[in-house]
Protein backbone atom coordinates (compact mmCIF):
# COMPACT_ATOMS: atom_id res chain seq x y z
CA UNK A 1 0.00 0.00 0.00
CA UNK A 2 2.79 2.37 0.74
CA UNK A 3 5.54 3.73 -1.51
CA UNK A 4 9.16 3.69 -1.51
CA UNK A 5 11.12 7.22 -1.15
CA UNK A 6 14.29 6.13 -1.68
CA UNK A 7 15.32 3.27 0.67
CA UNK A 8 12.56 4.74 3.30
CA UNK A 9 8.85 2.94 3.09
CA UNK A 10 6.54 5.79 2.92
CA UNK A 11 3.29 4.56 4.35
CA UNK A 12 -0.06 6.10 3.72
CA UNK A 13 -2.15 7.00 7.01
CA UNK A 14 -5.41 8.30 7.92
CA UNK A 15 -5.82 9.95 10.94
CA UNK A 16 -9.62 10.29 12.09
CA UNK A 17 -10.05 14.13 13.02
CA UNK A 18 -6.77 15.83 12.75
CA UNK A 19 -7.90 19.35 13.31
CA UNK A 20 -7.43 19.56 17.16
CA UNK A 21 -5.34 18.22 20.24
CA UNK A 22 -4.93 14.69 20.18
CA UNK A 23 -5.73 13.79 16.39
CA UNK A 24 -3.63 16.94 15.13
CA UNK A 25 -0.77 16.49 16.98
CA UNK A 26 -0.98 12.49 15.32
CA UNK A 27 -1.82 13.95 11.84
CA UNK A 28 1.16 16.12 11.95
CA UNK A 29 4.03 13.97 13.64
CA UNK A 30 3.44 11.69 10.93
CA UNK A 31 3.60 14.08 8.07
CA UNK A 32 6.71 15.14 9.80
CA UNK A 33 8.14 11.84 9.27
CA UNK A 34 7.47 11.69 5.34
CA UNK A 35 4.16 9.43 5.72
CA UNK A 36 1.17 10.17 3.19
CA UNK A 37 -1.58 11.50 5.82
CA UNK A 38 -4.84 11.80 4.96
CA UNK A 39 -7.33 13.39 7.70
CA UNK A 40 -10.95 12.74 7.76
CA UNK A 41 -12.96 15.65 8.98
CA UNK A 42 -15.81 17.94 7.94
CA UNK A 43 -13.67 20.77 7.27
CA UNK A 44 -14.75 23.01 9.40
CA UNK A 45 -11.39 24.41 11.28
CA UNK A 46 -8.08 25.05 9.40
CA UNK A 47 -6.19 21.68 8.72
CA UNK A 48 -2.62 20.75 8.96
CA UNK A 49 -0.06 21.60 6.84
CA UNK A 50 1.27 18.56 4.38
CA UNK A 51 -1.61 16.29 5.13
CA UNK A 52 -4.56 15.62 2.39
CA UNK A 53 -8.18 16.06 3.82
CA UNK A 54 -10.83 14.40 3.28
CA UNK A 55 -14.12 16.71 3.47
CA UNK A 56 -17.12 14.63 5.16
CA UNK A 57 -18.73 13.67 8.22
CA UNK A 58 -17.37 10.14 9.46
CA UNK A 59 -21.10 8.68 9.57
CA UNK A 60 -21.44 9.54 6.32
CA UNK A 61 -18.39 9.02 3.73
CA UNK A 62 -20.00 7.33 0.91
CA UNK A 63 -17.48 6.71 -1.64
CA UNK A 64 -14.73 9.06 -0.84
CA UNK A 65 -12.03 6.59 0.18
CA UNK A 66 -12.60 4.33 -3.20
CA UNK A 67 -9.22 3.87 -4.82
CA UNK A 68 -7.58 4.55 -1.48
CA UNK A 69 -5.89 1.73 0.49
CA UNK A 70 -3.89 2.41 4.00
CA UNK A 71 -1.53 0.89 5.96
CA UNK A 72 -2.79 2.61 8.71
CA UNK A 73 -5.81 3.46 10.11
CA UNK A 74 -5.54 6.06 13.36
CA UNK A 75 -9.06 6.54 15.07
CA UNK A 76 -9.16 9.31 17.03
CA UNK A 77 -12.23 10.57 16.92
CA UNK A 78 -14.87 7.51 17.11
CA UNK A 79 -16.90 7.94 20.43
CA UNK A 80 -19.82 5.03 19.88
CA UNK A 81 -20.30 1.73 18.24
CA UNK A 82 -21.55 3.23 14.84
CA UNK A 83 -18.73 5.20 14.41
CA UNK A 84 -16.15 2.62 14.06
CA UNK A 85 -18.23 0.29 12.31
CA UNK A 86 -19.21 3.25 9.43
CA UNK A 87 -15.39 4.09 9.09
CA UNK A 88 -14.26 0.15 8.78
CA UNK A 89 -16.92 -0.22 6.33
CA UNK A 90 -16.20 2.44 4.14
CA UNK A 91 -12.33 2.08 4.05
CA UNK A 92 -12.42 -1.25 2.74
CA UNK A 93 -8.44 -1.88 2.78
CA UNK A 94 -6.16 -0.89 5.66
CA UNK A 95 -2.83 -2.38 7.17
CA UNK A 96 -3.66 -1.80 10.84
CA UNK A 97 -6.56 -0.08 12.52
CA UNK A 98 -5.45 1.19 16.07
CA UNK A 99 -8.13 2.78 18.25
CA UNK A 100 -7.91 5.87 20.58
CA UNK A 101 -10.08 4.24 23.49
CA UNK A 102 -9.78 5.89 27.09
CA UNK A 103 -9.22 4.26 30.60
CA UNK A 104 -12.85 5.51 31.11
CA UNK A 105 -13.64 2.30 30.56
CA UNK A 106 -13.46 0.71 33.88
CA UNK A 107 -15.83 0.82 36.50
CA UNK A 108 -14.03 2.89 39.44
CA UNK A 109 -14.94 -0.18 41.85
CA UNK A 110 -12.21 -2.10 39.83
CA UNK A 111 -8.99 -2.54 42.22
CA UNK A 112 -6.32 -0.02 41.32
CA UNK A 113 -4.39 0.13 39.11
CA UNK A 114 -6.82 -0.87 36.53
CA UNK A 115 -5.26 -3.55 34.16
CA UNK A 116 -6.11 -4.80 30.64
CA UNK A 117 -7.18 -8.17 31.78
CA UNK A 118 -9.91 -6.52 34.30
CA UNK A 119 -13.52 -6.63 32.99
CA UNK A 120 -14.87 -3.40 31.73
CA UNK A 121 -18.17 -1.71 32.16
CA UNK A 122 -19.98 1.23 32.49
CA UNK A 123 -17.94 4.24 35.29
CA UNK A 124 -20.87 5.94 36.81
CA UNK A 125 -18.20 9.05 36.70
CA UNK A 126 -17.68 9.37 32.70
CA UNK A 127 -21.28 7.67 31.85
CA UNK A 128 -21.91 7.33 28.74
CA UNK A 129 -18.50 8.82 27.46
CA UNK A 130 -16.70 5.58 28.73
CA UNK A 131 -19.76 3.12 27.92
CA UNK A 132 -19.42 4.05 24.68
CA UNK A 133 -16.02 4.44 24.19
CA UNK A 134 -16.54 0.39 25.51
CA UNK A 135 -19.30 -0.70 22.50
CA UNK A 136 -16.49 1.00 19.92
CA UNK A 137 -13.53 -1.60 21.42
CA UNK A 138 -15.73 -4.72 21.60
CA UNK A 139 -16.93 -3.81 17.77
CA UNK A 140 -13.23 -3.81 16.58
CA UNK A 141 -11.87 -6.53 18.58
CA UNK A 142 -14.88 -8.55 17.07
CA UNK A 143 -14.91 -7.93 13.72
CA UNK A 144 -11.19 -6.65 12.95
CA UNK A 145 -8.32 -8.44 13.28
CA UNK A 146 -6.18 -6.19 12.90
CA UNK A 147 -7.10 -3.96 15.27
CA UNK A 148 -5.63 -2.22 18.56
CA UNK A 149 -7.33 -0.69 21.42
CA UNK A 150 -5.14 1.96 23.10
CA UNK A 151 -6.32 3.43 26.60
CA UNK A 152 -4.70 6.83 27.95
CA UNK A 153 -5.27 8.49 31.23
CA UNK A 154 -5.40 12.35 30.95
CA UNK A 155 -3.70 12.71 27.59
CA UNK A 156 -1.74 16.39 28.08
CA UNK A 157 1.35 18.38 25.31
CA UNK A 158 0.88 20.45 22.41
CA UNK A 159 -2.44 21.86 21.32
CA UNK A 160 -4.74 20.59 24.74
CA UNK A 161 -7.98 22.24 23.76
CA UNK A 162 -9.19 21.38 26.94
CA UNK A 163 -9.07 23.77 30.42
CA UNK A 164 -6.72 21.61 32.48
CA UNK A 165 -2.82 22.83 32.80
CA UNK A 166 -3.71 25.52 30.53
CA UNK A 167 -6.41 26.45 33.75
CA UNK A 168 -3.26 26.04 35.91
CA UNK A 169 -1.31 28.64 33.62
CA UNK A 170 -3.67 31.11 33.57
CA UNK A 171 -3.74 31.15 37.48
CA UNK A 172 0.09 31.44 37.54
CA UNK A 173 0.20 34.27 35.07
CA UNK A 174 -2.95 35.56 37.20
CA UNK A 175 -1.37 35.28 40.53
CA UNK A 176 -4.53 33.75 41.38
CA UNK A 177 -4.82 30.70 43.92
CA UNK A 178 -5.80 27.40 43.12
CA UNK A 179 -8.71 25.41 44.82
CA UNK A 180 -8.57 22.00 44.57
CA UNK A 181 -10.52 19.44 45.99
CA UNK A 182 -7.75 17.80 47.48
CA UNK A 183 -3.72 17.82 47.44
CA UNK A 184 -3.10 14.07 47.35
CA UNK A 185 -5.47 13.41 44.58
CA UNK A 186 -3.69 10.58 42.44
CA UNK A 187 -3.30 11.67 38.48
CA UNK A 188 -1.80 10.01 35.47
CA UNK A 189 -0.62 11.67 32.37
CA UNK A 190 0.45 11.17 28.92
CA UNK A 191 1.77 13.18 26.20
CA UNK A 192 0.97 12.96 23.00
CA UNK A 193 4.27 13.01 21.64
CA UNK A 194 4.91 9.56 23.88
CA UNK A 195 1.32 8.02 22.30
CA UNK A 196 2.31 8.42 18.94
CA UNK A 197 5.80 6.96 19.34
CA UNK A 198 3.64 4.46 20.78
CA UNK A 199 1.11 3.87 17.85
CA UNK A 200 4.16 3.92 15.68
CA UNK A 201 5.64 1.08 17.82
CA UNK A 202 2.41 -0.54 17.66
CA UNK A 203 2.12 -0.36 13.73
CA UNK A 204 5.61 -2.03 13.40
CA UNK A 205 6.04 -5.00 16.00
CA UNK A 206 2.48 -6.23 15.64
CA UNK A 207 2.52 -7.34 19.66
CA UNK A 208 0.12 -10.28 20.42
CA UNK A 209 -1.79 -8.32 23.02
CA UNK A 210 -4.57 -6.06 21.14
CA UNK A 211 -5.46 -4.07 23.96
CA UNK A 212 -2.89 -1.44 25.79
CA UNK A 213 -2.98 0.35 28.99
CA UNK A 214 -0.40 3.69 28.16
CA UNK A 215 0.28 6.40 30.58
CA UNK A 216 3.20 7.39 32.49
CA UNK A 217 4.33 4.90 34.96
CA UNK A 218 4.31 7.35 37.62
CA UNK A 219 1.79 9.05 38.98
CA UNK A 220 1.65 12.34 40.63
CA UNK A 221 -0.73 14.19 43.18
CA UNK A 222 -2.94 17.12 42.42
CA UNK A 223 -0.49 19.69 44.63
CA UNK A 224 2.69 18.10 42.58
CA UNK A 225 1.08 18.51 39.28
CA UNK A 226 0.33 22.31 40.13
CA UNK A 227 3.38 23.18 41.22
CA UNK A 228 4.99 21.59 38.04
CA UNK A 229 2.18 23.87 36.13
CA UNK A 230 3.44 26.57 37.74
CA UNK A 231 7.19 25.88 37.62
CA UNK A 232 6.84 26.28 34.45
CA UNK A 233 5.39 29.40 34.22
CA UNK A 234 7.90 30.84 36.54
CA UNK A 235 5.62 30.86 39.87
CA UNK A 236 5.00 29.34 43.13
CA UNK A 237 1.41 28.61 43.35
CA UNK A 238 -1.03 29.01 46.72
CA UNK A 239 -3.25 25.86 47.11
CA UNK A 240 -6.47 25.87 49.22
CA UNK A 241 -8.73 22.98 49.86
CA UNK A 242 -12.41 23.49 48.93
CA UNK A 243 -14.74 22.97 51.01
CA UNK A 244 -16.33 19.00 50.51
CA UNK A 245 -19.76 20.33 49.70
CA UNK A 246 -18.67 21.41 46.52
CA UNK A 247 -18.24 19.51 43.11
CA UNK A 248 -15.10 19.52 42.87
CA UNK A 249 -15.40 20.01 38.86
CA UNK A 250 -17.63 23.46 39.50
CA UNK A 251 -14.01 24.89 40.51
CA UNK A 252 -11.02 22.69 39.22
CA UNK A 253 -10.32 20.63 36.07
CA UNK A 254 -10.73 16.99 37.61
CA UNK A 255 -12.96 14.77 39.35
CA UNK A 256 -12.11 14.18 42.67
CA UNK A 257 -11.74 10.55 41.97
CA UNK A 258 -8.64 8.01 41.30
CA UNK A 259 -8.03 7.10 38.17
CA UNK A 260 -4.62 5.15 37.77
CA UNK A 261 -3.68 2.16 35.00
CA UNK A 262 -1.52 -0.24 35.00
CA UNK A 263 0.47 0.57 32.19
CA UNK A 264 3.24 -2.58 32.38
CA UNK A 265 2.24 -3.89 29.11
CA UNK A 266 2.96 -0.79 27.47
CA UNK A 267 6.53 -0.59 28.79
CA UNK A 268 7.56 -3.88 27.62
CA UNK A 269 7.52 -1.87 24.35
CA UNK A 270 8.36 1.67 25.19
CA UNK A 271 9.63 2.28 28.72
CA UNK A 272 10.71 5.92 28.34
CA UNK A 273 8.87 8.35 28.49
CA UNK A 274 8.89 12.24 28.35
CA UNK A 275 9.27 13.89 31.81
CA UNK A 276 6.60 15.58 32.95
CA UNK A 277 7.68 18.63 33.89
CA UNK A 278 9.07 18.65 30.15
CA UNK A 279 5.73 17.69 28.42
CA UNK A 280 4.23 20.76 30.37
CA UNK A 281 7.08 23.47 30.23
CA UNK A 282 6.43 22.59 26.12
CA UNK A 283 2.58 22.94 26.82
CA UNK A 284 3.00 26.55 28.65
CA UNK A 285 5.18 27.75 25.79
CA UNK A 286 2.43 26.80 23.22
CA UNK A 287 -0.27 27.91 24.96
CA UNK A 288 1.41 31.39 25.51
CA UNK A 289 1.12 31.56 21.65
CA UNK A 290 -2.03 30.06 21.29
CA UNK A 291 -4.43 30.88 24.21
CA UNK A 292 -7.86 31.04 21.90
CA UNK A 293 -7.10 27.23 21.23
CA UNK A 294 -8.07 26.38 24.47
CA UNK A 295 -12.32 25.73 25.17
CA UNK A 296 -12.02 27.87 28.72
CA UNK A 297 -14.32 27.19 31.34
CA UNK A 298 -15.87 29.66 33.75
CA UNK A 299 -13.59 28.53 36.69
CA UNK A 300 -12.76 31.93 38.31
CA UNK A 301 -16.40 33.16 38.17
CA UNK A 302 -17.48 29.89 39.97
CA UNK A 303 -14.56 30.93 42.88
CA UNK A 304 -15.47 34.47 42.82
CA UNK A 305 -18.78 33.61 43.46
CA UNK A 306 -18.64 31.14 45.75
CA UNK A 307 -15.33 30.14 47.47
CA UNK A 308 -13.46 33.66 47.78
CA UNK A 309 -13.16 34.37 51.55
CA UNK A 310 -13.71 30.88 52.33
Not at 168 to 191: K, S, T
Not at 204 to 216: C, H, L, Y
Not at 243 to 254: I, Q
Amino acid sequence: MGEERGQIAVRNILVTGGTVFVSRFTAEYFAAKGDNVFVLNRGNRPQPEDVTPIICDRCAIGTRFKGKAFDLVVDVSAYTRADAEKLVTAIGDFGCYIFISSGAVYPETLPLPFREEQKCGRNSVWGDYGANKLDAENFLLENVGNAYIVRPPYLYGRYENLYRAPYIFDCADMGQPVYVPREDLPLQFFNVYDLCRFIEILYAVRPAESIFNVGDPDTVTVGEWVRICFEAAGKSPEIRIAPKDYFARNYFCFYDMDYRLDVSRMRRLMPDVKPLAEGIREEYEWYKTSPDAVLKRSYFEYINENLCGR
